[in-house]
């Protein structure tokens, strides 16, 4: 009876084991029961630096993401929700719990990447200016601070008021700024003179494609007061090239190799592109820039005698090769213009059109004259010269004359050039 009831009750014991095992597999294939005995601490960085942030999660032993559910530490003190943004650098020990487990620790660092201030830097809204326009200055530290209006500034050693001047000198001026103990760079800003442009139209009041150049002349001047325009007319004195205002220019036009009319250059050696009117930002375009020289002109008209004193100022450079042209203008003469073009209402024939800074006289000559030592006056920083001549008799009215002065260099070029009514006293620009 005893044998009969121990197997019995060994028989229902190995019975409850195996149901307590398929039950504990059965539960480990779902992977939703199983018991909790840890839990880890997962950040996505260990380093950043201040003003960026740690993000945690926290999973059980089982893989299970049961951040929401857990508490992170910094330092021992618990932070809302799992992302962490430090304040200020430093080392921050991290933990979180769950229940009543605890993850292992991590130490994490926040560094500061601020640039401490070692040096100042000097800027300039221009680094080239004419006499007269104002120039702006800005002051930034090495680690991108302004200090603009904190700064102090001084140009060519004298201090000035503010971050912004205007120089009635012709050079280089030099500047530097001060902020704290620190020094800045040495800025330089070019001082000089107001460009202009030089306009020689090779004409005919007998050539019929002339006045497309003339009304390209007039586009160029809507547009800008720096061109200095110079009409040498070509011509007979009688027969079909008939022309009153001839100036016998053939050496020039033997220099530039002038193949017909109209022939327009600019700066004397630069050929005014075809078709002229609608080529006028190539004119302009030689305005852009600021002039190493400078013009200033004189001018007395006594009886038909005429004085005219022109000035020169090199902001920079020297003068070595180049020669002053003084050329001697007249406006408002009146004679027919043959015209083959649509300009000017297209008629084969402008009655009574009106010729303008016509060539008269040149008494430098063509190519112009030399400067020499004696003209120049160190005080000044200037060159001068001086001219007194009896005007010419075909000149047709003295009270409409102009004069138009410029130096070319070595090559022929012109640098720089100058228009001034005769009688008006213009200084340099």
């Not at 005698?305 to 042209?325: C, E, F, P, Q, W």
């Not at 003469?333 to 043959?338: K, V």
């Not at 297209?346 to 009106?354: E, K, L, M, N």
Request: glycine residues 8%.
């Amino acid at each position: 009876m005893k044998t009969k009831l121990f197997i019995k009750v060994l028989f229902l014991s190995l019975s409850f084991v195996y149901i307590g095992c398929s039950g504990d597999s059965k539960d480990d294939d779902s992977g939703g029961n199983s018991e909790v005995t840890s839990i880890l601490l997962l950040v996505d960085q260990t380093s950043i630096e201040v003003g960026g942030s740690f993000a945690f999660t926290v999973k059980d032993n089982n893989n299970n993401d049961i951040t929401s559910q857990s508490t992170i530490n910094v330092d021992g003190v618990a932070i809302s929700g799992s992302v962490f943004t430090p304040g200020s650098e430093g080392t921050y020990t991290i933990n979180a719990s769950y229940q009543n487990f605890n993850s292992a620790s991590l130490t994490l660092t926040v560094t500061n990447s601020q640039i401490l201030l070692s040096s100042i830097v000097l800027n300039s809204d221009k680094n080239q200016v004419v006499r007269g326009e104002a120039v702006t200055l800005t002051v930034t530290g090495n680690e991108g601070s302004n200090f603009t209006s904190e700064a102090t500034y001084s140009v060519n050693g004298v201090d000035i008021t503010g971050n912004s001047y205007v120089t009635d000198t012709f050079g280089t001026d030099t500047i530097i700024a001060t902020y704290d103990t620190f020094t800045s760079n040495e800025k330089e800003v070019f001082v000089g003179h107001t460009q202009k442009v030089l306009i020689e139209d090779y004409t005919g009041a007998w050539c019929g494609w002339c006045p497309r150049v003339a009304y390209g002349i007039e586009l160029v001047e809507s547009q800008t007061d720096n061109a200095v325009v110079v009409a040498i007319h070509r011509g007979t004195s009688s027969g079909s090239y008939y022309d009153p205002f001839n100036y016998p220019a053939s050496e020039l036009e033997d220099f530039i190799n002038l193949s017909g009319y109209p022939t327009a250059m600019l700066n004397r050696i630069i050929p005014w592109t075809y078709p002229e009117p609608n080529n006028v930002s190539q004119v302009l375009n030689y305005t852009s820039s600021v002039s190493t020289l400078g013009l200033g002109v004189t001018s007395q008209l006594n009886g038909s005698n005429l004085d005219i004193s022109v000035r020169t100022n090199y902001a920079s450079g020297s003068v070595d090769g180049h020669k002053l042209v003084v050329y001697v203008l007249e406006d408002g003469l009146i004679q027919d213009q043959t015209n083959y073009t649509s300009y000017y209402g297209g008629t084969s024939v402008i009655s009574d059109f009106r010729h303008n800074n016509v060539l008269r006289q040149v008494p430098t000559g063509l190519f112009g004259e030399d400067f020499v030592s004696q003209d120049y006056d160190a005080n000044l920083d200037v060159y001068t010269k001086n001219y007194n001549f009896t005007l010419t008799s075909g000149i047709s009215d003295i009270n409409q004359l102009s004069i138009a002065v410029f130096v070319v260099n070595e090559n022929g070029l012109v640098i720089n050039s100058k228009y001034a009514t005769v009688g008006q006293d213009v200084d340099f620009d």
